[in-house]
């Protein structure tokens, strides 16, 4: 479930960070049952390619049991993948597991990690997987998870998922196509169906009140006017590019 998106912008390099709020999707794993697929979350769904550079960048905040699935199929729908579970028996392991071809015989990997996630803050973290079939798990304190595949499995889409009694609070990194809208140039913004507009004092609060709104998908929100847009849900995720000429 998605409850929050917004574009910011670091200095040099255009960043956009989409907000994504994943549920307890219960005792469940993609390699314990193939078909729980369906219960990730695929980042492509919101204009999120990670597959273009062969990692994901993002900050979490959840209690334990976050999970990233690798697939080899656009829609997460193949037999053919890797389920990293971060914050794993406890928030004390990572657990990296390869399905291949739907085999019931699944590769099994642990690295110690104890209290990589938090309830209270968000982690940062990268996933990053080669084409020499290397996969790694960086954290704020260095890299946790350091495995190669003989056999490398292609990498074609990236989900996300929380379960066994935690939620997540995302937040992913991509590169942005555009210079900033919000920032008085060309850039790009979600042109949706909006539920409404409010005056807010940062991107943190309109991103927080949009959270607590079960119709909320996300928002856009202008730097210089404080003005917070809210997306309404049930709906695409459709960035566009607009013009906005400041003030003088």
């Known amino acids: 479930m998605v409850v929050a998106i917004l574009t ?3 200095l040099g390099n255009l960043l956009d960070e989409v907000w994504i709020k994943t549920k ?3 005792r469940i794993s993609a390699a314990k049952t193939p078909s729980n697929v369906d219960k990730y979350t695929s980042l492509s769904t919101y ?3 990670p ?3 062969r990692f994901i960048k993002f900050h979490i905040k959840a209690c ?11 829609n997460l729908l193949s037999p053919d993948f890797y389920e990293i579970c971060i914050g794993g028996h406890f928030n004390t392991k990572v657990y990296l597991r390869v399905r291949r071809n739907g085999s019931i015989d699944l590769e099994r990997h642990q690295f110690d990690a104890p209290g990589l996630l938090s309830c209270w803050e968000h982690k940062t973290l990268i996933v990053k997987w080669e084409e020499s079939g290397r996969i790694t798990l960086t954290a704020e304190t260095g890299v946790v998870m350091d495995w190669t595949d003989t056999s490398p499995i292609y990498i074609q889409a990236v989900g996300i998922m929380t379960g066994w009694g ?3 609070m995302w937040i992913v990194e991509h590169s942005s196509l555009f210079t900033g809208y919000y920032y008085g140039v060309t850039g790009s913004y979600a042109n949706m169906t909006l539920l409404f507009t409010r005056i807010k004092s940062s991107v943190i609060e309109c991103a927080v009140e949009c959270a607590l709104s079960e119709a909320c998908l996300g928002i856009n929100f202008h730097q210089n ?4 847009q809210f997306v309404a849900g049930g709906q695409l ?12």
């Open 8 to 10: 910011t912008f670091g």
């Open 24 to 26: 307890n999707s219960g």
């Open 47 to 49: 204009q999120i390619f």
């Open 51 to 53: 597959v273009d550079n």
């Open 64 to 74: 334990a049991n976050a999970f990233i699935l690798l697939s080899a199929d656009n």
């Open 166 to 168: 935690s939620e997540g």
């Open 225 to 228: 006017t404080k003005e917070c």
């Open 237 to 248: 995720v459709v960035k566009s590019v607009a013009h906005f000429i400041q003030d003088a």
